[in-house]
């Protein structure tokens, strides 16, 4: 007990990567700026100003507890969080969106109320099915030495015979915990598959595999488009399953609609009229966010287009964060993430072991995708996805979910500092030659 105790409160509060932890407190203050900024319409809504900045300073500051917790387990007790997450996981998301629990937000059923708490099971399913893949690659992976054009080399594989179990088992998880969280939240479920795709190209699945596994999944896509079609949006509203179909096929076709720039002068005036009257009308205002600012921006606290966008301390915040501070605030956010990822790989390249490799990647790929779609939705036409932008959008789950995937990437950051600070010196090799990995697709 004494042990378990040291490693987690023992010696100094802040450990891990240090550029990890500078990046994180850039996004907390940022976050903390633009949510009381761009809270304007909730307090119009009903509350007071400063409640919601309070409200995401506490999640903030749980979020920090959570990392300052997470970062202190050793990487290796990760591997034992699947047997537990998963399951969990699995039954929550089934309780909201099959079995009726979730509370109806949006036309969608992914909350879950507990007491005066509320958090979406799809969050959780993300942590368990990314931790679950790692396990399941990194027990399918072995290095061995060899002679490559006389110099000896590590090469780096999938283990003969495993790499198909290894697709079987990630490839079915994935199904499952994706298809639950589609019924729902096809963004969120369509990222995760992603990164779930990119975690197995890593891990050295065939490729072919992965080849008609997505064929499959594009066929299951292609009926789904056929179905909403032909079936009436009536019927399928019907259908809990089904009826996230029909919102998705209303946003696109919004989509199309609204940026279609022929016919007459008329019509283009009662299209612009429905550009901000329908429910599209997010993207159009945060487009007139984008050009209010200038380039330089209008400055902290002065946004003119919070008062009109519906999730402005959300989903559109980084088109308020474009109005207020400009072009260098956008750059300089975006540049945020894309160091969290560098910093991400260069920790994982470091791992002298496969799953916290594999566990880090997952998780440093999924938080910076998914900011870069809610940036993406709020700069460019396409269709509105509701992601949140990670450590800087208002929400709870998504905060604390986030904060405990830095807590892990900085208990791997801490687990390879330790292994590098152990390793004994070795004598500098003639002629320039090192020791490189190379894959093998089959390794017996």
């Known amino acids: 007990m004494g042990k378990f105790v040291n490693a987690l409160f023992g010696g100094s509060l802040f450990k891990g990567d240090k550029g990890v932890w500078m990046i994180y407190f850039f996004l907390c203050m940022i976050s903390l700026v633009e949510v009381y900024s761009a809270s304007s319409r909730l307090t119009f809504d009903g509350g007071t100003h400063w409640g919601t900045v309070v409200s995401q300073a506490g999640f903030l500051l749980v979020g920090l507890i959570v990392i300052l917790v997470v ?7 990760f591997m034992l969080f ?34 005066s708490f509320s958090f979406q099971p799809s969050e959780l399913a993300k ?58 939240n096809v963004s969120t479920a369509l990222m995760l598959m992603l990164v779930v795709v990119v975690m197995m190209f ?33 019927v399928l509203m019907e259908n809990s399953a089904l009826k996230r179909v029909v919102t998705v096929k209303h946003r696109v076709t919004r989509m199309f609609e609204s940026y279609d720039n022929t016919g007459n002068e008329e019509e283009k005036t009662v299209d612009a ?36 966008l519906q999730h402005a301390e959300s989903d559109f915040i980084y088109a308020i964060i474009i109005e207020e501070l400009g072009i260098f605030g956008a750059v300089f956010v975006a540049f945020l993430y894309l160091a969290l990822l560098i910093r991400v790989g260069r920790i994982a ?19 910076v995708l998914q900011a870069f779609v809610n940036m993406s939705v709020a700069v460019f036409p396409g269709v509105v996805t509701g992601q949140p932008l990670p450590l800087i959008s208002k929400g709870g ?23 590098e600070q152990k390793a004994p010196l070795v004598e500098a090799v003639p002629n320039g030659e090192t020791s490189e990995y190379y894959t093998d697709g089959a390794m017996s």
């Open 71 to 77: 970062h202190r387990i050793p990487c290796k007790w």
């Open 273 to 308: 009229k429905k550009m901000l009257s329908d429910e599209n009308s997010q993207k159009t205002y945060a487009f007139i966010a984008i050009a209010n600012s200038n380039l330089i921006g209008l400055g902290p606290g002065n946004s003119i287009q919070r008062d009109f």
């Open 127 to 184: 942590a368990a099915l990314l931790m679950t893949a790692a396990v399941v690659l990194a027990k399918t992976q072995a290095e061995r030495e060899d002679i490559v054009n006389g110099k000896k080399r590590k090469i780096v594989g999938a283990i003969k015979g495993k790499r198909y179990l290894a697709f079987a088992i990630v490839g079915g998880a994935a199904l499952i915990i994706c298809g639950l969280i589609f019924m729902d």
């Open 397 to 419: 789950t998504s905060i604390l979910i986030t904060s405990f995937y830095i807590g892990v990437i900085l208990s791997v950051s801490r687990y390879v500092k330790k292994k």
């Open 82 to 115: 699947p047997f537990v997450l998963l399951p969990a996981a699995i039954f929550l998301l089934l309780y909201a969106a099959v079995f009726g629990g979730g509370a109806e937000l949006n036309d969608t059923n992914r909350w879950i109320h507990v007491g």
């Open 202 to 234: 890593v891990g050295h699945v065939p490729k072919d595999l992965m080849f008609k596994g997505m064929l499959f999944l594009f066929a299951i896509g292609a009926l789904v488009v056929m179905v909403s079609l032909v079936i009436p949006d009536k």
């Open 349 to 367: 390249m470091r791992c002298p072991t496969f799953f916290p490799a594999f566990l880090v990647l997952g998780f440093g790929i999924m938080i």
